[in-house]
């Protein structure tokens, strides 16, 4: 969390736009792929003289992606949107709520600080309704009301968010003509999955790339494969109660999935550069090996975003491609997929307000920005058709198939565990330390949070 926010109302508006000032990025009813008949129905809303006011971490080209969202509510409903961006969301939401003048609407980047405003009553329920709707129209949806359902100010649970924006960790990385040349075919389950792991040991090669160096943070790679294989090998209601401590770090489940990732990252012939390198080699740099003649590792498991780190030039499809990290087919836990999102809440109330949360439940409000770009939404009424790229699409159906969603874990975990004892507990622990240990270790530092 940077230290550094932006102070009043001044300042932020140096980085607030309103939507109402673009022309619309799809003309409505010329491009039959898009929803039009809900943009439609949206006009039977008669809001003209009512002002919106949102705050969110949106800043440069996502901030115009949004803002070309807004401008279909604005132009359906004559209501005005003031769109904010802050680098210092987190700091400024805090300030503005607790000085009594917070914006209608919130977007954050993860559930945590909204479940902390929700606890002081500054965020408003949702409602029943809400709650239902996403049940039934987002694909894992009693995952997306678990995640975004707090305890108020007077103790009582509510849906206080609504998810829009997501992304995808679940994905393992491979180049095709690899595979191809090798006569390997991508795993659909994780027994497949190890078993592929095996066979490309006995023919020679190398199948992981795994790296944990990444400065300060070094570790949290492996964070991310810990909490994947936690929704592989335990409930999510074990997983929920990992992240808040209600499962303790060592018990015999979390061990368990910290063994399953030792399965894979502490086996010389599994990991480019052996078990003593995983620890060392930054994370940036570890799915070079995929790219290299020949490969020196054939997989790499890591979230959408890695492909920054690629070579220059490389096509998503053609030159490398990914596939979801499948989970087991003798364990009853459905497709789990591990991501992060945005959540909208209302943080001061207004009819206005409300209807753009309605807004958010059509598929225009989804669909104008899958056809552009970064957007990726497990709406289940969209037309996946619309999406900018196929990479895109290929993800956006990883999340509609998917059974359970959950959140980072070490992203909802106390700051000084998930960004810290987690961390350097990984570090330690592919450098040989005992899975038992480096977990009692871990919670001896949660409990030391309690005292």
């Known amino acids: 969390m940077k230290s550094v926010f932006l102070a009043g109302a001044a300042a932020l508006a140096l980085m607030t736009g309103t939507a109402a000032a673009q022309e619309l990025k799809f003309a409505p009813g010329q491009d039959s792929r898009f929803n039009w008949a809900s943009y439609e129905a949206l006009k039977s809303q008669d809001l003209k003289g009512q002002e919106i006011t949102v705050l969110g971490p949106w800043l440069g080209p996502d901030k115009e992606l949004v803002e070309s969202v807004i401008a279909y509510f604005e132009a359906a409903t004559g209501a005005r949107v003031n769109y904010s961006g802050s680098d210092s969301f987190e700091q400024q939401i805090v300030i503005d709520a607790e000085a009594g003048s917070p914006p209608n609407i919130a977007i954050f980047p993860q559930p945590g600080l909204a479940r902390d405003l929700a606890s002081k009553g500054q965020l408003a329920p949702l409602g029943a309704d809400t709650a239902a709707w996403l049940r039934d129209n987002y694909a894992a949806g009693q ?255 990883i999340l509609l198939n998917a059974s359970t969603f959950r959140f980072d874990g070490s992203d909802l975990m106390p700051g000084a565990i998930g960004a810290g004892a987690f961390w350097t507990g990984m570090v330690d622990y592919v450098g040989g330390k005992d899975a038992k240990v480096v977990a009692s270790e871990i919670q001896k530092n949660w409990d030391t949070l309690k005292k």
């Open 143 to 397: 995952s997306w009301v678990d995640l975004s359902t707090f305890k108020g100010k007077d103790g009582k649970e509510d849906l206080y968010g609504f998810f829009y924006k997501v992304d995808v960790k679940s994905l393992v990385w491979y180049v095709p003509e690899n595979f191809e040349d090798a006569g390997y075919e991508v795993p659909k389950t994780m027994e497949e999955l190890k078993a592929l792991t095996d066979k490309i040991v006995a023919d020679g090669g190398t199948p992981w790339c795994i790296g944990l160096g990444s400065g300060a943070a070094t570790g949290w790679p492996a964070t991310d494969w810990v909490e994947d294989l936690m929704l592989r090998t335990q409930s999510p209601a074990d997983y929920d109660a990992w992240t808040s401590n209600a499962l303790k770090f060592d018990d015999p489940k979390v061990v368990a999935a910290i063994e399953e990732f030792g399965h894979f990252a502490r086996n010389d012939t599994y990991v480019m550069g052996g078990a003593e390198g995983v620890g060392s080699i930054d994370f940036r740099d570890s799915p070079k090996g995929l790219f290299a003649s020949p490969p020196q590792c054939y997989m790499h498991r890591q979230a959408s975003f890695i492909p920054s780190f690629f070579p220059d030039g490389t096509k998503i499809g053609e030159d490398v491609d990914f596939f979801y990290f499948p989970a087991y087919a003798s364990k009853d836990l459905g497709q789990p997929v591990l991501g992060a999102g945005t959540l909208f809440s209302i943080t001061k109330d207004s009819p206005a307000a409300r209807a753009f949360i309605e807004f958010l439940k059509t598929p225009i409000a989804h669909e104008v920005w899958m056809a552009q770009t970064g957007f990726l939404t497990p709406f289940k009424g969209v037309n996946t058709d619309v999406y900018g790229d196929p990479t895109l699409k290929k993800m956006g159906d």
